[in-house]
C-alpha cells in the first residue's frame, strides 16, 4: 500500500479555491436560508475543508426583501443591538429591520451563525447580500445554487 496517497492535505489561503455561488432567497425560510448559506460561506461542502482557513465560496444573497418567516416572528420576535454608550440598547423587530434594510436580516442571521472570532469576520466578509434581484457581481459569474426542499411531513 502507498501511504504517500494516503495523506492529509490541509489548505492554506493561497491553495483555498473560492468560487461565487449565487442564491436566491425568494420565498424561502429564513434561518433555513442563513444555515445553508453560513455552511457554503465557510467551506463545509467542500471534501476539502480546513477549520482554521477561509476556504468558503463568496456568496450572493437576492431578494432578501422576499425573505419568509414562519410563525408570528415578524411582530414578536425582538432584536438587540447597543451602541456601547450607557443607555445605547435598542430594541426592534424583524418588521422593523425589514422596512429599513432588508438585507440585514439575512445578515443578522448568517452572521450568529460563524464563528465569534477572527476567522468569522473574514469569513463574514464573503456575503454580498442584495435586497432585489440585481446584483453587481455579474463579472464573477456566480453558479446558482438550490437547497432542497424539505418535504412536509403529517
Known amino acids: ?6 495523506k492529509t492535505k490541509n489548505l492554506n489561503k493561497a491553495t483555498a479555491d473560492k468560487q461565487w455561488v449565487l442564491v436566491d432567497a425568494e420565498g424561502q425560510v429564513l434561518g433555513r436560508v442563513a444555515s445553508q448559506v453560513a455552511m457554503v460561506i465557510r467551506g463545509k461542502h467542500k471534501p476539502s475543508y480546513t477549520p482554521h ?6 456568496v450572493i444573497v437576492i431578494n432578501a426583501e422576499k425573505v419568509k418567516m414562519t410563525g408570528k416572528k415578524w411582530t414578536d420576535r425582538v432584536i438587540f443591538t447597543h451602541s456601547g454608550y450607557n443607555g445605547g440598547q435598542k430594541e426592534s423587530t424583524p418588521n422593523m429591520i425589514k422596512a429599513k434594510h432588508p438585507e440585514r436580516l439575512i445578515e443578522y442571521a448568517v452572521r450568529g451563525m460563524l464563528p465569534k472570532n477572527r476567522i468569522g469576520s473574514e469569513l463574514f466578509r464573503s456575503l454580498h447580500v442584495y435586497a432585489g ?22
Open 1 to 6: 500500500m502507498d501511504s504517500i496517497s494516503f
Open 53 to 58: 482557513v477561509d476556504c468558503g465560496d463568496h
Open 133 to 154: 434581484a440585481a446584483h453587481p457581481h455579474e463579472a464573477q459569474q456566480p453558479k446558482a445554487l438550490k437547497f432542497a426542499e424539505k418535504s412536509k411531513q403529517s
